[in-house]
Structure formats: C-alpha cells, structure tokens
C-alpha cells in the first residue's frame, strides 16, 4: 500500500486573510457538473475561457477586493465562514507559533500536480476548509455583517442555499484581522491543495502566490458535521481481520446485521463482509482516533498486507463494495475536540480519516491570482 507519509510545512502566525476580487459562477451554474468544463484542461486556457463566461453572463468578476463572509445551507445544515486570501508567506518554527494543523499526511506528487494546474489556470479555483474556535468579537463582527442584506443570495443547481457578503467596510476588516492573527485553524478539508498553495508561495515569493484561498468556520458557531470515512480492505479476509483485531487485545462479538450498525459509536467498530457480522471494541479508544488504532494497531497485524484501501463516506456505499475478498470496517464518527487535541500534541491521522460536511459548492467564490 502506497500510504501518505509527508506532512506538509506548517503556516506560522499571525494568521492573516487578505481581501481579494472574487470570480464567481452565475447562480444557475453553480453547483452544476456541467459547469466543471469552465476549469477542465487545458489548464492555460482556464483564464481566457472564465474572462469569456464573464462576457457572456456566465460568471461574474466583484467590482473591488473584500473578504467575503459566505453561508451555504443543505440539508438543514448552515455553515458561514470567513473567505480571504490566506497569507502562505511565513514558516512556524516551533508548535505555538503554527497558525494552520494539517491533520492528515499528503502524497507530494499529488500536490505538485495541483500546484502546476493552478500556476496554469491562474486561479484557486475553491478553497481549503479551515476549523477553529472563533473569538467572541470576531462572532459578534459576523453577527452584524450577517444581519444587513447581502450582495448575493440564490439557491443553486446543487440545492445549496447561498448568501454572500462582501466585507469592505475598515473597521470591521481591522477587527477580523485582529482576532484572526492570534487564531489556530485545524485543516479540515484540502491537505493537497495547502500543500500546493505552499509549493506555489515557496517557487513564486513576493508574488500574489503567496496567499491561497481559504475558508475559515467557526465551529462554536455554525459547526460542519464530523463524520466517518469507512474503508473495504481488498485483499484479505473476514476472518484474517478478526484475527489482527483480537491481536490487539480488543474484544470481537458475532452480531447480526441489526445489532452490528446499531453499536457502531464512539467505542465499537463493525466488521463485515456483507453475510457475517462482528462488532470490535478496542481498549484504548478515549486516547486514540479509532481510525489510527484502525491502521496503527490492527492492519499491521494481518498474516498478508492489504492490497487496497478502499474509502466511503456512508455506510450504504461500504457496504455495497464489501466482499469475501474485500471485508468493510464501518468506523465511528470522530469527535473534534478529540481531532484537536491528538493533532496539537503532536500526533497525525491517517489518510483519510475525517470528513467534514457539508462543503460549499463549486464556482460560488474563486480567487484569480496574477490575474486578479
């Protein structure tokens, strides 16, 4: 198995979110997979090809730089966040000067990949997800912006309700730099991207590639969702899993179905190959992600490894792909002050290990570069 192994630099502080002229799909594009073509290759005609949608009505280009204060609901959920050009220019040397926790380890070539289609593009074409716990006078600023009426409001092609404020007002944008610049962010979604942004600033320096854009929630205000990445393991079996698992000292009980999904929490695992069913509950859970015990503790003890790690976000689509040869491992949801904690203590998730949900549609705020 080709696992992610290289954790990327860490963005040091004071964090800094730099306004900047937002490109944006018309509303009835948004969120709709046709509109994908505006981005797809060739990577250099991206630029010539948005400026054409803009003349056609398309997409549109804001009038002047702001930070954009975005809220999306679907399904019930509203997620607002802060939207800006992230300063990329500056190293943490030591943990308490990091301002950005990746969690997860990246596959270098990967980001190198994404790096050179954004240079071609000249875009960020959507940004990286970042979590933290906002300061009251932060909320309280976003409260107000909030409450006016914003410049954008429509529902999209994917049934996200969108609103958009663009944010240019001094004080208010002297208050948001003020509280974010002693804020830490947990890297909730884009590892590859980030490390493609940092790729961009560390070959392209004292240009506009040292920024990448970025989405900062506060998760004491409108919380995304933390849930499960199951796993298929192709290339073992049923019965050599529940071997590994007990070799770890954890406790493996034959279930049925029903029972079997209705202990899946914070402490039990479900391991099945679509006819049997077993429920795992490792010892050591309150200390450790049960993802990490997953591939820390339990795969390393297989008699033969897996050949492939297959990911799923639901339980319906785990266990439509588990076999004899390919057994599914339904995992419990993770708790984020628990992500937290592991990952400012020095410690790292593997691959994978978390999605946070819901995430924002495509084409709503994208950030040309050199262009822009």
Same mark, same amino acid.
């Given at each position: 198995? !080709?696992?992610a192994?290289?954790?990327?630099?860490?963005v040091?502080?004071?964090?800094?979110?730099?306004?900047?002229?937002?490109?944006?799909? +018309?509303?009835?594009?948004?969120?709709?997979?046709? $509109?994908? &073509?505006?981005l797809?290759?060739?990577?250099?005609d991206?630029?010539?090809?948005?400026?054409?949608? *803009?003349?056609?009505?398309?997409?549109?280009?804001?009038?002047?730089?702001?930070?954009?204060?975005?809220?999306?609901?679907?399904?019930?959920?509203?997620?607002?966040g802060?939207?800006?050009?992230?300063d990329?220019?500056?190293?943490?040397?030591?943990?308490?000067?990091?301002?950005?926790?990746?969690?997860?380890?990246?596959?270098?070539e990967?980001?190198?990949? =994404?790096?050179?289609?954004?240079?071609q593009? !000249?875009?960020?074409?959507?940004? *990286? =997800?970042?979590?933290?716990?906002g300061?009251?006078?932060?909320?309280?600023?976003?409260?107000?912006?909030?409450?006016?009426?914003?410049?954008? &409001?429509?529902?999209?092609?994917?049934?996200?309700?969108q609103?958009? /404020?663009? *944010?240019?007002?001094?004080?208010?944008?002297?208050?948001?730099?003020?509280?974010?610049? &002693?804020?830490?962010?947990?890297?909730?979604?884009?590892? @590859?991207?980030?490390?493609?942004?940092?790729?961009l600033?560390?070959? @392209?320096?004292?240009?506009?590639?040292?920024?990448?854009?970025?989405? *900062?929630?506060?998760? !004491?205000?409108?919380?995304?969702?933390?849930?499960?990445?199951?796993?298929?393991?192709?290339?073992?079996?049923?019965a !050599?899993?529940?071997?590994?698992v007990?070799?770890?000292?954890?406790?493996?009980?034959?279930?049925?179905?029903?029972?079997?999904?209705?202990?899946?929490?914070?402490?039990?695992?479900?391991?099945?190959?679509?006819?049997? /069913?077993?429920?795992?509950?490792p &010892?050591?859970?309150?200390?450790?992600?049960?993802? +990490?015990?997953?591939?820390?503790?339990? =795969?390393?003890?297989?008699?033969e490894?897996?050949?492939?790690?297959? @990911?799923?976000?639901n339980?319906?689509?785990?266990?439509?792909?588990?076999?004899p040869?390919?057994?599914?491992?339904?995992?419990?949801?993770?708790?984020?002050e628990?992500v937290?904690t =592991?990952?400012?203590?020095?410690?790292?998730?593997?691959?994978? +290990?978390?999605?946070?949900?819901?995430?924002p $549609?495509l084409g709503?705020?994208m950030?040309?570069?050199?262009g822009?």
């Amino acid at each position: 198995m !080709d696992f992610a192994t290289v954790v990327p630099p860490y963005v040091a502080k004071p964090l800094t979110l730099h306004p900047f002229r937002a490109v944006m799909l +018309a509303p009835k594009r948004v969120g709709d997979p046709a $509109s994908a &073509r505006a981005l797809a290759r060739p990577y250099r005609d991206v630029a010539s090809r948005l400026t054409r949608w *803009i003349e056609q009505g398309r997409a549109t280009s804001d009038t002047e730089p702001a930070v954009y204060l975005h809220e999306y609901t679907v399904g019930g959920l509203t997620v607002r966040g802060l939207v800006g050009a992230l300063d990329m220019s500056h190293r943490a040397e030591t943990p308490a000067e990091r301002a950005v926790w990746p969690h997860e380890a990246i596959h270098p070539e990967q980001a190198g990949e =994404l790096a050179d289609r954004m240079l071609q593009m !000249d875009l960020n074409p959507a940004p *990286i =997800l970042l979590v933290h716990h906002g300061d009251p006078a932060l909320r309280a600023v976003l409260a107000d912006v909030a409450r006016t009426k914003p410049g954008w &409001r429509y529902l999209d092609r994917a049934g996200q309700r969108q609103r958009i /404020w663009a *944010i240019r007002d001094a004080g208010q944008l002297e208050t948001i730099a003020d509280t974010l610049s &002693r804020s830490r962010c947990l890297l909730a979604d884009g590892h @590859h991207r980030y490390a493609a942004y940092l790729r961009l600033q560390e070959e @392209h320096p004292g240009t506009p590639w040292d920024a990448g854009l970025a989405m *900062i929630v506060d998760q !004491d205000d409108t919380p995304l969702f933390l849930g499960a990445i199951h796993r298929t393991l192709s290339g073992t079996t049923l019965a !050599d899993l529940i071997t590994a698992v007990r070799a770890t000292g954890a406790e493996v009980t034959v279930s049925s179905r029903q029972h079997a999904l209705g202990a899946l929490d914070s402490t039990h695992l479900v391991l099945t190959d679509g006819d049997e /069913w077993h429920t795992a509950a490792p &010892r050591d859970l309150d200390h450790q992600a049960a993802v +990490a015990w997953l591939h820390e503790r339990a =795969l390393p003890r297989l008699a033969e490894p897996v050949q492939r790690v297959h @990911h799923h976000h639901n339980v319906d689509d785990a266990l439509a792909a588990a076999s004899p040869t390919s057994p599914a491992v339904l995992l419990p949801s993770p708790d984020f002050e628990q992500v937290q904690t =592991l990952i400012e203590s020095g410690g790292l998730l593997p691959e994978k +290990a978390t999605s946070f949900q819901p995430k924002p $549609s495509l084409g709503v705020l994208m950030r040309p570069v050199t262009g822009g």
